[in-house]
Nanobody
Framework: QVQLVESGGGLVQGGGSLRLSCAAS????????MGWFRQAPEKEREFVAA????????HYANSVKGRFTISRDHAKNTVYLQMNSLKPEDTAVYYC?????????????????WGQGTQVTVSS
């Protein structure tokens, strides 16, 4: 089982950028598809982005396409979410998730492992 710890959240002005990191422990990190999700107050958790275990394919929610980029570094056991052109509606707690099946990551909330979340707040 892989354990996940997110970092990099914070307060940023609209139009600004942040990069989130998700550090994974466990020797099987390389075999997991990874994803980012977010949950705003009083809203359901939603999919943001995912990357296949090799990093060859990526997937994005329509709301973040062209602004967010997901990537992974196998040497560092870390997945990143570069967020540019941030908007107040991007404000949420961002969660990292991992599953051996990328379909599970991209279409469900049932990924095998989750981090504790990191807060992102975008001011107008």
């Amino acid at each position: 089982q892989v354990q996940l710890v997110e970092s990099g959240g914070g307060l940023v002005q609209g139009g600004g950028s942040l990069r989130l990191s998700c550090a994974a422990s466990g020797h099987t990190f390389g075999s997991y598809a990874m994803g980012w999700f977010r949950q705003a107050p009083e809203k359901e958790r939603e999919f943001v982005a995912a990357i296949s275990w090799r990093g060859f394919s990526t997937h994005y929610a329509n709301s973040v396409k062209g602004r967010f980029t997901i990537s992974r570094d196998h040497a560092k056991n870390t997945v990143y979410l570069q967020m540019n052109s941030l908007k107040p509606e991007d404000t949420a707690v961002y969660y990292c998730a991992a599953d051996q099946d990328i379909v599970v990551v991209t279409t469900t909330l049932n990924s095998a492992a989750w981090g504790q979340g990191t807060q992102v707040t975008v001011s107008s």
